[in-house]
């Protein structure tokens, strides 16, 4: 039994192993942040709730500064990806470019409502 853990282990088969940040290759890590980016800019446009408050708040500044950081890294990144990442990335951008302009939208016509009124 010792022997089969230890020719697992060698061939990278130990489910118990913990992976720390600094042993990824810089690739993932930049997905990996910009996927939490894409959760926090989620959050920020008011399309889901605070995981820790359960609230939903919008704050379209803060929205859209996620939403720049990721196509940043994107353009920093983009040759070192493999093509389903680069592909995963650029529909998420198009989703949060598309969900920020129909909030943008809908806060310029409340904002015009609330003059009107």
Known sequence: MENKENKNMENGENHNQKIYPHQLPLTTLFVWFMGILNGKAWED???MSNPETKEVKQDLKKAKISIDSIEFLLTQVTNELDIEDKKQIEHM????HMNYVEKY???KKEVQTN???
């Open 105 to 107: 939208q809908e806060s």
């Open 45 to 47: 446009l008011g399309l």
């Open 93 to 96: 951008l198009a989703n949060l």
């Open 115 to 117: 003059k009107n009124n």
